[in-house]
């Protein structure tokens, strides 16, 4: 017991320390991609679902991991610069005598805002759902979108 | 059973909390960049068969991997990891799903069966006649 504890090595077969250097690196990239453009902190809202948001010149992409929903239980609704997206996940009932062994997969309500950066066009947006991936597109509002602007 | 109903009924209509996606270690040597998750399962059984769902949103039919070895059941399903744009917020990554089983009982590989709806994986596992409960009648003399 004593010449463990005295010893005190570290513990070597923790996994692969690879693996800790790669989420390292790509916490670090993520940074500094934020930092370079001046963008919001990384940490999520803390709301249901967790959201990407993306843009190119034309669009705003929306994107959120809802698996086991359908489209008919999803309701998403905009503003100028605002998006709602609320709903209900149910899991069924998978008969009476049924004996669990782990169930980690959740059910309930949720209700998500989303801020836009811009404005956008809120009568062209489009949301498809395909293997349980929420993603939606909108586009921006004119006054919004990069214009080149040529050299005389 | 009316405390099962009861609890069941209140699940539904509580919000959902924020639970982060499961990060892990690929099994051996990384091939591929990017990070790997565990999704979250709901496993059961009744009967005659044990089932395992599994939520792999981004995960076709095509892109999922089923296999039984050594009483080990391997689920893996990869993912497109392609986003239109510059990223504006990001609250999840997006990796493969991997998971590994023990089956504790013997199953019948023949008939299994399973299905992809949703990003939600569905294995249907039937047990085999004798890891079946039986019932056993005491005898008297």
Redesign the interface.
Known sequence: MFPKTFIDFPEWNVGNPFLDFERMRRDMNRLAERFGKGLPSFSTAGVFPLTNVTEDGNNYYIRAELPGMKTEDIEISATNSNLSISGQRIIPREGDNVRYHRREREAGKFSRMISLPGSIDTDKVEASFMDGILTIVLPKSEPMKPKQIEVK | ?AYILIK?DK??????????KK?I??QGE?TQ?G?FFVP????????DNL?L?A??????KDNVDIRIEDGQLRIQGKVSKE????????????GDYYSNFALSIIIDQSSIQAS?????LRIVLPKSDKSKPRKITIKSN
């Open positions: 059973m069941e699940m539904e209509n509580r919000d959902i909390q924020v639970q982060g990060e270690e690929a990384l960049e990070p979250n399962v709901d496993i059961f059984e009744d009967n089932v769902l939520d792999m949103p981004g995960v076709s986003t239109p744009g510059d990223y504006v917020l990001s609250e999840y990554s997006i992809m709806k949703n990003g939600v």
